[in-house]
């Protein structure tokens, strides 16, 4: 890939912020190499481990890969046979600890990271006598062998019998008096006190040492030299078998090196992989679609150095109906950074990682890039700027094709206008016909002339708002960019005769091509408030569908619940006749009844049923209808049938000059002619009937108050089947429900989970409940549900 093309387009800061992002020496320099990838297999790979590991990261977070240090040279040692040192051993640790916790820490996921997690041997057996023998890089476990254990103990013994000597002396007159300093000091790892200079004949011993002033001596009594010389012995066997111990650990190390050097490279490249994923997780990127068939479709793209509160997302596209695009507008007004987005985003992909856009954005696969941007004036050479980029153009021309994506700022700019607007379209239709996918940007007019009349090109433009003097950043593609300059020397304040002086010295071609773009622009701004109307009456559309389909719903509900409630008084209305009817049958058998007592009793019955009847019998109400073509006749509050759709509904609103009026159907609000409306007189609704009889003292209002009183908010279902438990649940659920009661707690126990399981199960089938769950510490925990009706 083309190294001035990285620079130029800023790749080298990503890579610096992916090593920073990655935890261990052996990733950050994997990572400092990143390649940007040409085969779309290779790049396909790579892109789905960054998007696996990104998945794993918002599943668990990122483990910590700082403790993978690099164990090439040891591993070496341990192939020769030599032996490690304690720092060695625990790096080897380290690697085996992390690979056990990685392989503990996530779940099983069919992705591209499982296999080599899969790969990982912790070797359990070697990593715990690792720990076991060394606790720092500086200190051996007594533990490590029974022979190091004796020695400490034997240095401990020996230290204790040489401590209670020296205390003796100490305390002694004769050589309490002799002391510098009443304590017990070291000295080459000899015990010592610090005896004056005049009395060193009075305390005989080894002098070991003296102070900076010779005023003190600090001498190792005679009495403590034997114990300090078996202390220096037992120190001298406890370094030997430290080494013993060693070189045991590196014996076992050395017959696991294969899979402590595989678990090794597996940690460096998982390392690599997540730290791709964390740096999408902080760039909100996702997964790009790669192709090979130079389309490109960028949706809401962020260039990934600018500051997410500040950057715009662009929507770009080419490749597909053209290849070249020719970019104008105003300075800073988003040209350049539309340019690097696309080319940075280009190699982010390549290198296998997620882009700042929306997810399944396309992303062309490019064999070249390259990127003509900036001021390329050199000192040096003595080139102008306009030399400078002379020179990489003409680079440029000589190697780029069909597979490369080449990126010009102000092509032709630095030199005469017309001479360089002309170079600008030769070497910009060269590209055009050798197939290269080309952008450019310009303030050439003749540019966005040759983009709008030649077949393959395409004109787009940075969009700003001369009200504000200040660009939006928002590309739009297929309309030209207007220079504005009038437009913003007039709002600066510039004499309203010079500007008419200068549109006059313009050429008549010049202001024709201008008010076209204007009309364009005018086009595109009238096209895009009707797409955003459109799309505000499609969300109103949809809001309005789902509220009716609620609504239809909620009457399927109802009807299937009347439905319920009669058969449940057809069934009561039987029941009481069959029991009636056999009490009347046992009576004639005892007492012989006679046929006149019988015919009392079968009248009994039939005017029980015939009370029945009267009770359930519902006289439809009669509603005088009549159509009307006279506004006057339509009131607020007054119900109308819809001819149209033959539903009811009630006028909220009249419209008198238009002959309209608002029809409330339900929740949906519509306006419509009084023609299409039919009016109902004495019709009432029955939701409103419903609310009228709840008021009332009478019936229906009595049944919903005493079973309101008595329907409590818990349900004990200890004990219970789960058929039988299902029996019971089913009929309180729906007296708590026509009673009004928000929530309810129903007891079913922890036991084996089997009644809890089948309650739930049933749950999720009852219409009527907007939500369920598990009580809470202090509710009953796991061992009650509690139920949220709608």
């Known amino acids: 890939m083309n190294k001035k093309a990285l620079y130029t387009l800023e790749f080298n800061k990503i890579q610096e912020r992916l090593v920073s992002l990655a935890s261990s020496n052996g990733g950050k320099a994997i990572l400092s190499k990143l390649k ?40 070496m040692r341990l192939k020769m046979g030599s032996s490690l040192n304690a720092r060695e051993l625990l790096n080897i640790s380290d690697i085996l600890s992390l690979a056990k916790h990685i392989k503990d820490f996530y779940e099983y996921r069919d992705d591209s990271l499982q296999p080599r997690i899969d790969s990982l041997d912790p070797v359990t057996s070697l990593n715990n006598q690792i720990k076991r023998c060394i606790i720092a890089e500086d200190e051996i476990a ?151 068939n130079g389309i490109i479709n960028i949706k809401k793209g962020r260039h990934p150095l600018i500051d997410p509160e500040k950057v715009v997302p662009i929507d770009i596209y080419l490749g597909k109906d053209f290849k070249l695009l020719i970019i104008t507008g105003p300075n800073t007004g988003g040209k350049t950074v539309s340019l690097k987005t696309v ?32 001021d390329e004036q050199s000192i040096e050479q003595s080139l102008s700027t306009f030399s400078s980029h002379m020179t990489n153009q003409v680079s440029i021309l000589r190697n780029a094709d069909r597979n490369s994506l080449v990126l010009f700022d102000e092509i032709g700019a630095g030199t005469d206008p017309t001479e360089g607007a002309a170079l600008a379209t030769s070497i910009l239709n060269h590209l055009k016909n050798n197939g290269v996918t080309t952008m450019a940007t310009t303030h050439y007019s003749e540019l966005k002339m040759y983009a709008l009349t030649t077949k393959g090109v395409e004109n787009a433009s940075c969009e700003f708002d001369v009200e504000t003097l200040s660009p939006t950043y928002k590309l739009l593609i297929g309309v030209p960019g207007k220079s504005n300059a009038f437009a913003i020397s007039k709002k600066l304040g510039l004499p309203e005769f010079i500007l008419k002086d200068a549109t006059k ?87 012989g009844m006679s046929v006149k007592e019988l015919e009392k009793r079968r009248s009994d019955v039939r005017n029980k049923i015939n009370k029945r009847n009267e009770k359930l019998k519902v006289e439809p109400a009669k509603i005088s209808k009549h159509t009307s073509s006279n506004i006057e006749d339509f009131k607020k509050g007054m119900y109308v049938r819809v001819l149209t759709m033959n539903v009811i509904g009630r006028i909220t609103d009249v419209y008198p000059s238009k002959k309209q009026v608002n029809v409330l159907i339900g929740s949906l609000s519509t306006k419509m002619p009084i023609k299409n409306l039919e009016i109902l007189e004495n019709y009432k609704d029955p939701e409103d009937a419903k609310a009228n009889s709840s008021k009332s003292s009478t019936g229906t209002s009595k049944i919903k108050v005493g079973k309101a009183a008595n329907i409590k908010p818990e349900i004990n ?28 707690r129903i007891v079913h126990g922890k036991g084996t989970g089997a009644l809890r399981n089948g309650i739930t199960s049933y749950l999720r089938g009852v219409s009527y409940i907007a939500s369920f769950r598990l009580g809470n510490i202090g509710e009953g925990d796991a061992g009650v549900t509690i139920v949220d009706f709608k």
């Open 142 to 292: 007594d533990e490590a062998s029974a022979t190091l254990s004796d020695i400490r103990r034997s240095k401990s013994l020996s230290a204790d019998k040489i401590h209670q000597e020296l205390n003796r002396l100490l305390n002694s007159t004769s050589v309490r008096n002799c002391l510098q300093d009443y304590v017990i000091t070291s000295r080459n790892g000899r015990y010592c006190l610090p005896v004056k200079a005049e009395y060193k004949s009075q305390v005989p011993g080894m002098v070991h040492d003296q102070s900076s002033t010779g005023s003190t001596l600090f001498i190792e009594p005679a009495s403590v030299v034997k114990l300090n010389n078996e202390i220096r012995e037992l120190e001298l066997k406890e370094e030997a078998e430290i080494e013993v111990i060693l070189a045991k650990l590196s014996e076992n190390a050395a017959q696991f090196q294969d899979a402590i050097h595989s678990d090794y490279e597996i940690l460096v490249s998982l390392d690599v992989c997540f730290a791709k994923g964390n740096l999408s997780r902080k760039m909100n990127a996702a997964k790009p679609k790669m192709n090979t």
């Open 717 to 744: 279902l200890l004990g219970y089947t789960v058929d039988e438990a299902i029996s019971i649940l089913d009929k309180y659920l729906d007296d708590a429900y026509i009673a009004k009661i928000p929530q309810v």
């Open 36 to 75: 940007v990838e040409t085969d779309i297999n290779i790049i396909n790979n790579n892109l789905e481990e960054t998007n696996d590991a990104l998945s794993r990261i918002y599943q668990k977070g990122c483990p910590d890969f700082s403790k993978v240090r690099s164990i090439k040279d040891s591993l």
């Open 343 to 374: 080319g940075l985003l280009t190699l982010m992909a390549q290198a296998g990682l997620n882009i700042p856009a929306l997810e399944n954005s396309d992303i062309a696969v490019f064999n070249k890039i390259f990127a003509d941007i900036g």
């Open 505 to 591: 010295r313009l050429e008549e071609d010049d202001i024709k091509f201008e008010d076209l773009v204007t009309d364009l622009e005018n086009t595109r701004a009238r096209l895009e408030k009707e797409k955003e109307e459109i799309a505000s009456y499609k969300k109103e559309i949809e809001s309005l569908k789902e509220k009716l389909q609620s609504k239809n719903e909620r009457i399927d509900q109802s009807k299937d619940k009347i439905l319920r409630r009669a058969n449940e008084q057809a069934a009561a209305i039987l029941q009481e006749a069959k029991d009636y009817a056999d009490e009347t049958i046992k009576v004639m058998n005892k007492t």
